[in-house]
């Protein structure tokens, strides 16, 4: 894990197959949770004593199961995380695709990065990933690893992978004028008829590429998709958040699980809970 590791083959579903898995909806359209069915290997994958308990608890926020049901993920594919963090999604990803599929950490490669902060908080990133992975092989054996410079991204041979996805993290891009190369890595490994799922924070509406919210507007996301050459496939309000007002005096970082806020301010935002996000599901055409 300490060097990138070349995608390994996997038993890929076909086009047509992968595409038959998704609902046919027309352009932008909007999916019920009520409406996502969620496969019992898929929940028997979210409901596993193998992940760890902390993460369990915020199931309630992120709801795992029905997003990625949402997105068509299926136990073949070969599904590419981008910044898979500590390994959150992870859990759940790596043992439902061991046997039939493939999962794919893409972490920043730290020496692409000057030296300093920026670089040594990527390589405790991936370190921590690694250990992560090396301390449970029955769940992680069989994970394998990209790392990409994010100045010009290249995730793994193209038109090599099924699904692409990314959580929380187009905000970051923006701010740090990488956005554009990811989304056109995303569509270059990405196999024709292949999904990018992508849930992140929403803001009311478009905000500047250099804002500190960690917000971003719904239709920017879709702008940057559509740019590199997507389709918007369809939405979910799976991850809506009502409560939340987007208007906190640091951001996102304000709501659980950073809790950014002054001690006396706990039981406000615990009621709010996590952030309002977008739930989008594109597909390369």
């Excluded at 998704?22 to 409901?47: E, F, G, R």
């Excluded at 199931?59 to 068509?72: E, K, N």
């Excluded at 290249?154 to 990811?182: C, I, M, Y």
């Excluded at 039981?267 to 989008?280: C, F, N, P, Q, V």
């Amino acid at each position: 894990m300490n060097k990138p590791v070349p995608l390994l083959c996997a038993c890929l579903l076909g086009v047509g197959t992968l595409m038959s898995s998704l609902p046919v909806l027309s352009k932008d359209a909007a999916v019920a949770a009520t409406d996502i069915h969620v496969s019992p290997q898929l929940q028997a994958a979210v409901a596993s004593s193998s992940r760890t308990p902390a993460n369990v608890v915020r199931d309630a926020y992120r709801h795992p199961a029905q997003t990625l049901a949402f997105f068509g993920l299926q136990p073949q594919q070969t599904v590419i995380e981008i910044t898979p963090g500590g390994g959150w999604y992870a859990e759940i990803l790596a043992p439902y695709l061991r046997e039939s599929g493939q999962y794919v950490a893409a972490v920043v490669d730290p020496t692409a990065l000057p030296a300093g902060g920026g670089r040594d908080y990527q390589q405790r990133s991936r370190d921590g990933l690694a250990k992560k992975f090396a301390e449970a092989p029955a769940l992680f054996d069989r994970a394998t690893e990209v790392a990409y410079n994010p100045a010009a991204p290249v995730l793994g041979k193209p038109g090599s992978a099924d699904v692409v996805l990314t959580f929380r993290n187009v905000h970051n891009w923006r701010s740090s004028n990488q956005a554009e190369g990811l989304f056109r890595a995303f569509f270059d490994v990405l196999k024709p008829g292949g999904v990018l799922g992508v849930v992140e924070h929403r803001a009311k509406a478009d905000v500047p590429a250099d804002d500190k919210s960690g917000y971003v507007g719904q239709a920017q996301v879709i702008a940057m998709a559509e740019a590199a050459g997507f389709k918007l496939d369809a939405s979910s309000e799976v991850n809506a958040n009502p409560r939340d007002t987007k208007d906190h005096p640091n951001g996102v970082w304000t709501l659980p699980p950073s809790n950014n806020h002054d001690a006396a301010d706990a039981a406000k935002y615990k009621a709010i809970g996590e952030s309002d996000r977008m739930t989008l599901r594109f597909v390369k055409v």
